[in-house]
Protein backbone atom coordinates (compact mmCIF):
# COMPACT_ATOMS: atom_id res chain seq x y z
CA UNK A 1 0.00 0.00 0.00
CA UNK A 2 1.28 3.19 -0.98
CA UNK A 3 0.10 6.92 -0.76
CA UNK A 4 2.30 9.76 -2.28
CA UNK A 5 1.68 13.26 -1.56
CA UNK A 6 2.87 16.29 -3.75
CA UNK A 7 2.50 19.39 -4.18
CA UNK A 8 3.50 21.42 -1.64
CA UNK A 9 6.03 24.19 -2.16
CA UNK A 10 6.36 27.82 -0.46
CA UNK A 11 3.51 30.30 -1.93
CA UNK A 12 2.65 33.70 -0.70
CA UNK A 13 -0.37 34.44 1.02
CA UNK A 14 -3.50 34.82 -0.82
CA UNK A 15 -2.78 32.46 -3.54
CA UNK A 16 -3.12 28.40 -4.14
CA UNK A 17 -2.07 25.35 -4.49
CA UNK A 18 -2.97 22.00 -5.52
CA UNK A 19 -2.26 19.00 -3.75
CA UNK A 20 -2.31 15.23 -5.32
CA UNK A 21 -2.19 12.31 -3.63
CA UNK A 22 -1.25 8.80 -5.40
CA UNK A 23 -2.86 5.17 -3.92
CA UNK A 24 -1.98 1.91 -5.11
CA UNK A 25 -1.91 -0.98 -3.07
CA UNK A 26 -5.66 -1.44 -2.53
CA UNK A 27 -8.84 -0.78 -4.18
CA UNK A 28 -8.89 3.02 -4.10
CA UNK A 29 -12.94 3.70 -5.02
CA UNK A 30 -13.68 1.33 -1.99
CA UNK A 31 -11.53 3.86 0.40
CA UNK A 32 -13.07 7.33 2.01
CA UNK A 33 -10.39 9.66 1.54
CA UNK A 34 -9.54 12.74 3.85
CA UNK A 35 -6.60 15.25 4.31
CA UNK A 36 -5.24 16.41 7.45
CA UNK A 37 -2.85 18.87 7.95
CA UNK A 38 0.17 19.01 11.02
CA UNK A 39 1.30 22.34 11.73
CA UNK A 40 4.56 23.20 14.03
CA UNK A 41 4.13 21.97 17.55
CA UNK A 42 0.43 21.16 16.98
CA UNK A 43 -1.39 18.12 16.50
CA UNK A 44 -2.73 16.45 13.64
CA UNK A 45 -6.12 17.91 12.07
CA UNK A 46 -8.18 16.78 9.86
CA UNK A 47 -9.56 19.29 6.60
CA UNK A 48 -11.71 17.37 4.56
CA UNK A 49 -13.22 14.13 3.36
CA UNK A 50 -15.14 12.75 0.56
CA UNK A 51 -16.87 9.52 0.41
CA UNK A 52 -16.30 6.51 -1.59
CA UNK A 53 -20.03 6.06 -2.66
CA UNK A 54 -21.30 9.49 -3.50
CA UNK A 55 -18.51 11.74 -4.05
CA UNK A 56 -19.84 13.75 -0.61
CA UNK A 57 -17.70 16.06 0.93
CA UNK A 58 -17.11 17.46 4.37
CA UNK A 59 -14.53 20.25 5.61
CA UNK A 60 -13.82 21.86 8.94
CA UNK A 61 -14.87 25.34 9.24
CA UNK A 62 -11.11 26.56 8.90
CA UNK A 63 -10.57 26.02 5.20
CA UNK A 64 -14.74 25.78 4.60
CA UNK A 65 -14.95 28.18 1.23
CA UNK A 66 -11.51 28.10 0.31
CA UNK A 67 -10.21 24.78 0.07
CA UNK A 68 -11.87 22.01 -2.11
CA UNK A 69 -11.16 18.22 -2.06
CA UNK A 70 -12.03 16.10 -5.38
CA UNK A 71 -10.82 12.61 -6.22
CA UNK A 72 -10.56 10.51 -9.43
CA UNK A 73 -10.90 7.39 -8.96
CA UNK A 74 -9.53 6.01 -12.76
CA UNK A 75 -6.56 7.48 -11.31
CA UNK A 76 -6.66 6.86 -8.07
CA UNK A 77 -5.52 9.82 -7.12
CA UNK A 78 -7.20 12.85 -4.07
CA UNK A 79 -6.71 16.13 -4.47
CA UNK A 80 -7.18 19.29 -2.23
CA UNK A 81 -7.54 22.53 -3.85
CA UNK A 82 -6.45 25.52 -1.71
CA UNK A 83 -7.12 28.93 -2.43
CA UNK A 84 -6.80 32.35 -0.34
CA UNK A 85 -3.81 30.80 1.51
CA UNK A 86 -2.83 32.18 4.93
CA UNK A 87 0.52 32.17 6.65
CA UNK A 88 -1.77 29.82 9.58
CA UNK A 89 -2.29 27.40 6.50
CA UNK A 90 1.68 26.19 6.76
CA UNK A 91 1.57 22.73 7.34
CA UNK A 92 2.53 19.10 6.32
CA UNK A 93 -0.59 18.55 4.47
CA UNK A 94 -0.95 14.29 4.75
CA UNK A 95 -3.71 11.76 3.15
CA UNK A 96 -5.75 9.63 4.55
CA UNK A 97 -7.35 6.39 3.13
CA UNK A 98 -9.90 4.72 5.23
CA UNK A 99 -12.58 1.84 4.99
CA UNK A 100 -12.87 0.47 9.09
CA UNK A 101 -11.33 -1.60 9.90
CA UNK A 102 -8.36 -0.77 7.91
CA UNK A 103 -6.51 3.03 7.32
CA UNK A 104 -3.14 4.33 5.40
CA UNK A 105 -1.43 7.26 5.68
CA UNK A 106 0.94 8.94 3.05
CA UNK A 107 4.02 10.50 4.18
CA UNK A 108 2.97 14.01 3.85
CA UNK A 109 3.52 17.32 1.81
CA UNK A 110 4.72 20.37 3.21
CA UNK A 111 3.28 24.04 2.36
CA UNK A 112 4.83 26.71 3.28
CA UNK A 113 2.94 30.40 3.22
CA UNK A 114 4.81 33.30 3.51
CA UNK A 115 5.88 36.55 1.97
Known amino acids: VQLVESGGSLVQPGGSLRLSCAAS????????MSWYRQAPGKGRELLAT????????IYVDSVKGRFTISRDNAKNTVYLQMNSLKPEDTAVYYC?????????WGKGTLVTVSS
Open 25 to 32: GFTFSSFD
Open 96 to 104: YAWRLPRGY
Open 50 to 57: ITSASGST
